[in-house]
């Protein structure tokens, strides 16, 4: 992400090398802790948005090229998206989720094994639902209702399916493909509005220009 990191600020830290030759000496480098955001006012507005299914092995840059035509907007993808670390919220290559897998099931086995299970549909004979698809029940569920066009109960079993956990993993996976992306249209405001909020603001006593700060230098006291 270059074109994110040139707009972070600069902090001038006192220098950790090892071959300082003076305890006041200090090194420049990237505030990396005044991390950008998206207004409240847009981020919380969908009208900014829209959205996106990643596809296959796809990263933020991908995405980025295929939205905006520029690769390196690609942290307007993930801040779009509120993501802070890629490596758990964005859904991983096939690889690396295979490799997640293994690791935590420890064996193909157990990769298929069953997870958990969950109810099918049941509708009355008025076809009104009377158990959704999708909720986690013991193997052996059932349930009895009063069906009134017949005017008695009914007791239906066997309307559990397994989840294996492959099924269970690559559904959470799946979740994170289902994205939102600034409407390019939109990215003039928000590429201003970077630039201002990395700007920092005269008063503090670190302060040395808008781009850069001091850090106090605990050496010269300890």
């Known amino acids: 992400m270059p074109a994110y990191f040139r707009n972070i600020p600069d902090f001038e830290y006192v220098s950790r090398n090892a071959d300082t030759k003076q305890i006041s000496e200090y090194q420049k480098v990237k505030n990396l802790f005044k991390r950008g955001k998206l207004k409240n006012d847009i981020f919380n507005d969908l009208t900014y948005f829209t959205q996106y299914k990643v596809v296959g092995d796809d990263r933020p840059d991908n995405v980025a090229f295929d939205v905006y035509e520029d690769e390196t907007l690609d942290w307007i993808v993930l801040l779009s998206n509120n993501i802070t670390n890629i490596q758990t919220e964005w ?98 405001v928000i590429l201003n509005d970077m ?28």
């Open 91 to 188: 859904p991983l290559n096939h690889e690396s989720f295979y490799n997640f897998l293994i690791t935590k099931y420890e064996s193909e086995e157990n990769i298929h094994a069953v997870h958990h299970y969950e109810t099918t549909e049941v509708k009355n004979t008025a076809q009104t639902v009377i158990v959704p698809k999708g909720l986690k029940v013991p193997q052996n569920y059932s349930i009895e209702f009063y069906d009134e066009r017949l005017e008695s109960y009914t007791t239906v079993s066997n309307i559990t399916t397994e989840i294996t956990n492959y099924a269970y993993e690559n559904k959470i996976e799946d979740e994170k493909r289902n994205i939102y992306v600034l409407k390019a249209e939109y990215l003039n």
């Open 195 to 222: 630039e201002d909020f990395m700007l920092y603001k005269e008063g503090s006593t670190q302060y040395l220009s808008e781009t850069l700060v001091k850090g106090e230098n605990i050496r010269l006291y300890s």
